[in-house]
């Protein structure tokens, strides 16, 4: 594998301009919506000194300036590092954005782990069984899960659990339970700091809580992996090296995995990848329906309170956590396939 210099400032450059876009339409955009963040940031004063107080949040927020020097103060601070603080919480917005990013985060892992596996094992078998009913119908089942609106799921599994099965997945964790046995987040994953601080009932509780919300994440790389696995699987069996293989006898399981599947897998790294991206916003969705905290919860409550530096820096995030997830993609790619070449 090897990563030239061109990729690396290409790369560099258009992460800028897609980084620097993303700050100016959507500082643009919440500037102009209904709403003061000056007021806000006043503390929604009233008497005779409200006004002057809003204007003084109003300089303190470079709101008094120019459009165009309020975007460049702001991206300048973003490229340093200083996001400020939350104009509705008053608290480090890159603190703010963590603890809520770990729980999406975590969300989005525990759903690939089962998204993918299920994916290529139910792809594979699509793939051996086309032509038949059940390869046909396990296609068609791919196409259904993988463009299935997550909210709609979402909504379908937690009324099924609470309403029929009478099971509560809602929140990451019991509250009452998490301070009565002194829970303390270390990294912000729970289900790694209940097993760090030892206590294995507050593990369950959590593994009961984020099992739900992660299967239905799992839908759309499972739906993913079992069209791609199907087609390329398919691709991957007519061909010759795998014919000749058969011919002499290698065993069916060896010609399946070591042939034809490991054809699969630079093809099926590439689109998992930008699928693991793109699940970021879907998490983001099932994590709101589910009343878990993360960054869905986030920006929906910076919205709703015009605190458009918060809102912005959540935005931002979501775009390096594209970037960087694609950049990866493609590295990896690159080192299992020697064809790719960066």
Known sequence: MAVSLGYVLKRLFYSLLVIIGVIVVTYAIIVFSPGDPA????????????????????????????????????ILNVFTGNLGVSI???????????????STLELLIFGYLIG?????????YSALKRGTPRGDALESVGFVIANTPSFWTSMAVFLILAEVLGVSSYGRIDAKLAAMLGFKPITGFYTVDTLLQGDIILFLDVLKRILPPAFVVALYPTGVGIRVVRVMMSEAL????????????????????????????????????????????????????????????????????????????????ISVFYILANTITDIVQSWIDPRVVL
């Open 116 to 124: 993918i596996p299920l994916g290529v094992l139910l792809g594979v």
């Open 88 to 102: 509705s919480t008053k608290t480090p917005i890159l603190a703010t954005i963590w603890a809520h990013l770990s």
């Open 238 to 317: 007519g061909e010759d090296y795998v014919r000749q293989a058969v011919a002499l006898g290698v065993e069916k399981r060896e010609v399946i995995w070591d042939y034809a599947f490991r054809g699969t897998v630079p093809g099926l790294t590439q689109v998992m990848g930008l699928a693991f991206a793109y699940s970021l916003v879907d998490a983001m969705v099932v994590e709101y329906v589910f009343g878990r905290e993360g960054l869905g919860s986030l920006l929906v409550s910076a919205v709703v309170s015009n605190d458009f530096k918060l809102a912005a820096s959540i935005l931002i995030v």
């Open 39 to 74: 007021t806000r940031w006043a503390g929604n004063p009233r008497g005779p000194g409200a006004e002057k107080a809003i204007e003084v949040a109003r300089a303190e927020l470079n709101l008094d300036k120019p459009l165009y020097v309020q975007i460049s103060l702001f």
